[in-house]
Nanobody, 127 residues
Framework: QVQLVESGGGLVQPGGSLRLSCAAS????????IGWFRQAPGKEREGVSC????????YYAPSVSGRFTISRDNARNTVYLQMNSLEPEDTAVYYC????????????????????WGQGTQVTVAT
């Protein structure tokens, strides 16, 4: 069964850190670009960070640049999002998604390019 499963979300205080994981089963992530997206209540889903399938190039949304780091471990078939210095504005459901490797863009994570999505994990940043 083909699946993407996110984990690692939770409740954290402002300034804290979380590491999200996106584990694939039923297929290999090697040839796919992977994106992390988030959706806060009442807002559109937005691209946070995405990573290429080839050389590990990554894009970060300006709102998270310098605080979040995306990485991939193809041997473990998993992609990570390390989130530091979390802010209340980071509160959202976080989703990972795959796109054909050729669809990666260094200019943004474009939702329309990503065609397979996980179920999401909740991140809440609050005191």
């Amino acid at each position: 069964q083909v699946q993407l499963v996110e984990s690692g979300g939770g409740l954290v205080q402002p300034g804290g850190s979380l590491r999200l994981s996106c584990a694939a089963s039923g297929f290999g992530l090697d040839n796919y670009a992977i994106g992390w997206f988030r959706q806060a209540p009442g807002k559109e889903r937005e691209g946070v960070s995405c990573i290429s399938s080839s050389d590990g190039s990554a894009y970060y949304a300006p709102s998270v640049s310098g605080r979040f780091t995306i990485s991939r471990d193809n041997a473990r078939n998993t992609v990570y999002l390390q989130m530091n210095s979390l802010e209340p504005e980071d509160t959202a459901v976080y989703y990972c998604a795959t796109a054909p490797g050729s669809s990666y863009s260094g200019y943004g994570c474009f939702k329309g390019n990503y065609d397979y999505w996980g179920q999401g994990t909740q991140v809440t940043v609050a005191t």
